[in-house]
């Protein structure tokens, strides 16, 4: 299954260990985001450090773990 992840999913995935983390880390779905995602994202870093509770070591080995899970797309290619 292909599918299209946005910002909220991904600080929803950072934010709490719930089922849209799990969802992204499954191996059964192919993910695709734009490359914006990235920068939306840390556009609401602290934010998420806030509501999550984590570090930000923590912080930032989860989102390079969910974003190995993620193809990105280059703003190009739209």
């Given at each position: 299954m292909?599918?299209?992840v946005?910002t909220?999913?991904?600080i ?22 734009p ?6 994202t ?11 509770g ?6 930032e080995l ?7 899970q993620?193809?990105?797309?280059p703003?190009?290619?739209y």
């Amino acid at each position: 299954m292909k599918l299209v992840v946005d910002t909220n999913c991904l600080i929803s995935a950072l934010i709490r260990d719930g089922k849209t983390r799990e969802l992204i880390c499954s191996s059964q779905m192919k993910l695709y985001a734009p490359e914006y995602i990235i920068s939306e994202t840390a556009n609401h870093k602290l934010e998420i450090l806030k509501k999550s509770g984590i570090e930000n070591n923590d912080f930032e080995l989860l989102i390079k773990i969910l974003l190995s899970q993620i193809i990105i797309i280059p703003i190009q290619e739209y």
